[in-house]
């Protein structure tokens, strides 16, 4: 999908190897492995937040987003994103078993979810690059690698 609106063109992701099942030197079926996906470099976040204010505006509906609005809204996108993996057990990297339609809708909820996450950060003038930028630098504060090394151990759990 080109997004050529507004001056953005998107690359077609090259890497195919998470939607199509290739086979290795045995012959055997491999849909899920991660080493090989990549995002695609656009859009940025900010290309998503102006094209969403340009959205909004169109319609007259800026009058709505108002950062409780799109918090429930982000709310019940999430919640439509976990409908489609409700009931279906556990699922493996790179969703083998599922068909290109089901992997259209969550691409679709997906982008619902982060559409609304940015357009909240941007109402509560939070700087979601730079933020995340920040918060990782946390997190790699909160879980040194030589210490939390392969556990799921929660950072309180720890001790020093
Ligand atoms: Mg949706």
Redesign the pocket.
Known sequence: MALQQNGIVSKQNGDTSSHHPSTNGNGEIQHDRAEGFTFTSEPTLEDIRRMQTEFTEERNWSQFHKPRNLLLALVG?VG?VAELFQWRGEVQEGLPDWTEPQREHLA??LS?VLIYLVELAEKCHVDLPQAVLRKMALNRLKYPASKVHGSAKKYTEYKD
């Open positions: 996108e439509e679709q909820e619902d």
